[in-house]
């Protein structure tokens, strides 16, 4: 549908802001009379200075410059502000008593979009208002698409290198250790075949957590992963988890114990908080030696609950502690028991976390143990 010259262009949203910017009061009075008729909020500028710092403050959606004026004048500020990358995508239109070609060329050339001639007709100049914001509402919605398929491309090579390096090589650890099972399974003793079988159920146990991480994350990334946050009982959460890891545990012979209060509820979601403790405590128990002890605790701090998995395992190196929670190349070290990992866990975690309105942390040494703490909201 052909939209009306003068129709607003944003009418669900908040009016755009236009930038007026002259050095005579009684052209800025005719030019606010015309634009606020159409409900446009308006900033003024009585020079070219005061234009650049205004458009560095505000972000306009659309300049009205003047080009005569004294001190800095509308083509140097248009120069200026094209240049600058924070208001470089601002439309500028000029306003200008000349006509002569060149003065029109010279506008274009400092990087305008368009220009008006003095005296002002209000039809011309909303319908030229109107085009350039609709111009510069479909080009911001173009560069957020742009943005978010950007995302979504690195998130399908995430997928994909986890997919190639990290559950490759397991799978064909797996494909391998069967074959030799069936092709000499009769010259197998009874305890060399429990051996490669209890290898096999690792590995499967191993690709199955990560199956379960790569698909949530995925899953977050776009937002369809059911977020259904409701009021937990953190110490119950903590127990269907420690549960689950109980092989890991009691193949290390690691304790675990857990010392939450009964009292602490959250506001989170049950499957979301499950793999945050999930990865924690499994990275506790991967990292920490045989006869370790996992250490689970919370406490209440201003409207939020800090839960903490600690260990006394291999801790982390400082240069490493910044890029932990970040998606980084070359992140995951191969555990105690030389458990494999795909670095995929603790970001995910953060993610988990914000998307529930906490934050995550850790504190670790080298040698001595990490804990790694996240905050919730109290139920
Ligand atoms: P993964 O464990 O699958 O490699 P994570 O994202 O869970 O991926 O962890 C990334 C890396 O952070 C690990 O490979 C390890 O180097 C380090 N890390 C995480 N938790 C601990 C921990 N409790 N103790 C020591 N290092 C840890």
Redo the contacts with the bound molecule.
């Keep these: 549908m052909k939209k009306e010259a003068g129709t607003p262009v944003y009418s669900n949203e908040a009016p755009p802001l236009i930038l007026i910017v002259d050095d005579l009061h009684q052209n800025l009075a005719v030019l606010g009379n015309i634009l606020r008729t159409e409900g446009h909020q308006l900033a003024i500028a009585n020079n070219g200075r005061q234009a650049i710092s205004i458009a560095l403050a505000k972000n306009p959606d659309l300049i009205l410059l003047d080009i005569a004026m004294p001190d800095l004048d509308g083509l140097s500020a248009c120069r200026m502000l094209k240049e600058n990358k924070l208001t470089k995508d601002i439309p500028v239109i000029f306003l200008t008593a000349r006509t002569e070609p060149e003065d029109i060329l010279k506008g274009f050339e400092a990087g305008a979009v368009d220009y008006i001639t003095k005296p002002f007709k209000a039809g011309e100049l909303l319908a030229r208002v109107s085009t350039h914001l609709e111009l510069k509402k479909s080009r911001d919605i173009i560069i957020k698409q742009k943005n978010e398929l950007t995302e979504a491309l690195a998130t399908k090579d995430k997928l994909f290198s986890i997919i190639s390096h990290d559950l490759k090589s397991p799978f064909s650890g797996l494909m391998l250790m069967s074959k030799l099972l069936v092709e000499n399974f009769e010259s197998f003793e009874k305890n060399d075949l429990l051996d490669s079988i209890t290898l096999i159920r690792d590995t499967a146990d191993q690709v199955h957590e990560?199956m379960q991480?790569l698909l949530s994350w995925a899953r977050l990334q776009n937002e369809s992963l059911s977020y259904n946050p409701t009021k937990l009982s953190l110490a119950q959460e903590v127990n269907k988890t420690t549960e689950v890891l109980r092989l890991n545990s009691a193949k290390k012979a690691i304790t675990i114990d857990c010392n939450i209060s009964s009292s602490y509820s959250v506001f989170a979601d049950a499957d979301l908080l499950r793999i945050i403790f999930h990865?924690?405590i499994?990275?506790?128990i991967?990292?920490?030696k045989n006869d370790s002890i996992v250490e689970i605790s919370a406490e209440l701090d201003d409207g939020y609950v800090i839960s903490y998995?600690k260990?006394k395992?291999?801790?982390?190196p400082a240069e490493?502690i910044d890029g932990?929670f970040k998606d980084s190349p070359g992140?995951?070290?191969?555990?105690t028991a030389n458990e494999?990992?795909?670095?995929?866990?603790?970001?995910?975690?953060r993610e988990m976390v914000e998307k529930m309105g906490g934050t995550i942390g850790?504190e670790?040494e080298q040698g001595a143990?990490?804990t790694?703490w996240f905050t919730l909201p109290v139920d």
């Design positions: 990560l991480n990865n924690l499994g990275n506790a991967k990292f920490s998995v260990d395992g291999i801790g982390i490493k932990i992140k995951s070290t191969a555990g494999i990992g795909s670095g995929l866990g603790l970001v995910l975690c850790v670790s143990g990490s790694f």
